[in-house]
């Protein structure tokens, strides 16, 4: 039986889904790697490495929910991240055909460097609609978990309801978040459903 | 497709080396969503090979983009300064343990807490709108607003119009080599305007602020008078460079997108590049050239310029309708907000030099920005006449 890496372990995952920072922390810094040496070697410019990886890992965190369920987790994170990186090539192919169309290169400066900067933004926002529009009860649990770092556990001691209840709500308002991320045209993640078979 | 084709393809577009028919093969793979997918696949499966012992990346730069992922779903999120860590990650439990048990007791009983003898009014502006004063040439002075689309005045070779809640200099046919005339745009705090001047240049201007132009722009080169903010995008003209003057900060600019920020109550005057090129110049140090994504910055206590990568998001978050910090001094973030909620700030008892991040849309009320920077239990707020009060 194969045993799982600290970073990858059934209690680390489940700390993960509950919103534990730190244990994603120690993920995000073990599988950040291979992805920091591909991009490394296949980005034009190497600014985009970070923008990349972080906006791999903000999909990946709205997803913290979903972790305990996935079978083979370093193979689902290349996935989202090689469709992160494919984007970011469409977006630098379509951009340098408008500027070599447009013919100016002035201090043969000529890129627009801050598109991923924007694009980062924009998701940022979205995310933020969403946990605006959250009910009410969804929001206070959701700020207890993320603003105050409290587990489900301390979260139902202190609201006075069950913990399944807890994290229900918590998995619900993370849905809404990334449907709101994919009406914006930022998701979906379908890739999920392929590569993690329940059983 | 193979995994060698692929691997070269990409390191080719990595270097920028990539020829016609290879650059064709890939948008063509990109564009048919099976291929894309197999691509994606194969993508994945060399990620998984790659090594993952290597410390490629400095620890720093690893951390700040952890700290980015974090925020993403945090509105508001409050740094704890690295220097006095130790206590504060105490006084950080204490500060949790004592916020739970004020929910819980707030929540789950239904008792009231007087937490104050005076009724404090709980702090909110509107925030602010498209207002400005046009100074004319001829000392007319001209208010501006969203409303009525309407001709405002035909000066030194332009007509002024005014139209959707935008200024627009449209220069005249036919007449040629007038002397200038220069009219100056300004903005409240609670203000902002857009500017179109003569040549199709399109200025954002930012609250409390104020730009000097002419009419219609002659001789080599454009220039323009800025205090405050803006956001400029100018139009291309090789043959005529385009300035920005700024107290000691020059600018000098082709076609181009940028926003340069000089209050004077902040500490420096910043230039931030979008896209094209600037070259930054202040007495006393060399010219410096920007490229996009980089910002040129002019020490007020100094006198130094010196460039370096720029957040352009949170720079240019305003111009987009954003209010966006990224660790951002508690006091900075006070200014901005009495520049744009037209309200005065006060410190009252011992205020942390704390910072924040967060996003939100600039046509929020203000009480929403408060509310999510009170969340943190760091700090609080109130309101008195026109000035808002922070404390711990």
Redesign the interface.
Known sequence: MRISPPYDGADTVQLIADGD?KAF?EF???????????L?????VK?DV?DI??ET??KI??HRDQLPAIENI??WI??I???V??DH??RE?RNRDRKESAG?D??G?G????EE??R??E???S??VA?NGLTEPRKKIF??N?????KPA?IAE???MPVGTVKNQLSAALRQ?RDQLSASGYGPLAVIFFVSPLF | MDQQQIGHI??Q????TLTGEE?RE??QW?AKQPD?EE???R??????E????????DQD??Q???D?????????VRHIKPASRWWMAAAAAVL?LV??GA??FL??KKQSVEVAQTKTVKPDKDPGRNTAVLYLADSTVVELDSTGNRQLAAQGGSRVMLTNGQLAYVPQLGINGMLPAYNRIATPRGGEFTIILSDGTTVWLNAASSLKFPTVFSGDKRVVELTGEAYLKVA?D?QHPFEVKIRDVNVAV??TQFNVMGYEDEAAIITTL????VRVTAPGNGGK?L???EHAVLKNSTGQLYVE?A???EEV?WK?G?I?FERTNIRQIMRQVSRWYDVDIKYRGDVEDMDFTC???RKDKLSKLLSLLE???AVHFTMEGNTIIVHK
């Open positions: 920072e922390f995000y810094t073990h599988h950040a790697k291979p992805l920091r040496t591909f490394l070697k296949y980005t034009r600014t970070e990886i972080q890992f903000i965190w709205l370093s193979a290349h996935r991240a090689s469709r990186y494919l090539l469409d192919l100016r002035w201090y400066a890129q627009v460097v801050s900067r924007t980062l933004l998701i940022r926002r995310i933020f946990l700020h207890l993320r603003e105050l770092g409290m301390q202190i609201l006075q978040v | 990409l390191k577009y990595a270097a920028g650059r890939l948008e990109l894309r691509l994606a696949a993508i994945a499966m060399m990620m998984g790659e090594d993952n012992t290597s410390q490629l990346t730069q690893s700040e983009t952890f980015r992922i974090m925020a993403a779903d945090k509105p508001v949790v916020s739970a929910y819980w929540n789950g291309e090789p082709l076609g979008v896209s094209g090129a050239l490229a996009p994504g990568k957040d352009v998001g978050a987009n954003s966006q996003a939100i849309s969340m943190t239990a």
